[in-house]
């Protein structure tokens, strides 16, 4: 399984929030490329950066730091938030992204989302699909839509998708475990698809949860922050 600890960014400095709530933050490192550069030196190779300025506000926005991290680490990065455009991801990419998520373009303009996966292809291209009550919330999490999660993971991967971040916006944050019933679902019924598990993981437990059910990956943010699990628990399920 891929261990792929999280970077959220605000004013250029890696934070978390709790449930997706902007005014419920914390900052964890005021250097969001020493952070990267710790998760290197443990040996994890990919990270998830997410640039919540840029989800908020519609548009790339902290593009000098993901320059940063690129340039002074070997990590894959993956890069998230505020993807909203063709020229979004040029800069993405030329900044050195490995890949680019978009959720809410994937919503609310699904075919400028298509056209990148058959540009860039699908292997550089992950859907967020990040669920609110079921629903697909959108806007950094601000706004929710009226598709349900299923269904929409479902149709991108009958059009070519092969990877897909889900996030159950009710535990991110909060190191109550992760929704395990969910991401069954979703294996179950695309079992081709690479699922990354993202939100609520607390424990080891959590992590042996998602190995065994066959996720791809899982994502790592405030429980490595918060020390309920170590860099080195976390390399001993690199795949």
Known sequence: MQIIPAID???GKCVRLTQGDYGRKTVYNEDPLAQARE?????????????LDGARGGGIVNQKVLERIASGTNLEIDWGGGMKSDEDLRIAFESGASQVTGGTIAVKNPDVFMGWIERYGADKIILGSDAKHGK????????????????FI????AKGLRYTICTDV?????????SVEMYARII????????????????TEDLDAVRDMGCYGVIVGKAFYEGRISLEELVSYQG
């Open 9 to 11: 960014l605000i004013d």
């Open 39 to 51: 998760f290197e030196a443990a040996g994890l190779k990919k990270i998830h950066v997410v640039d």
């Open 136 to 151: 697909i919330a959108v806007s950094g999490w601000e706004e929710s839509s009226e598709l349900g999660v299923y269904e």
């Open 154 to 157: 479902t149709n991108y991967v």
């Open 170 to 178: 009710s535990k991110d944050g909060m190191l109550a475990g992760t």
């Open 188 to 203: 179950k019924e695309n079992p081709e698809l690479k699922l990354i598990a993202s939100g609520g993981v607390a424990t």
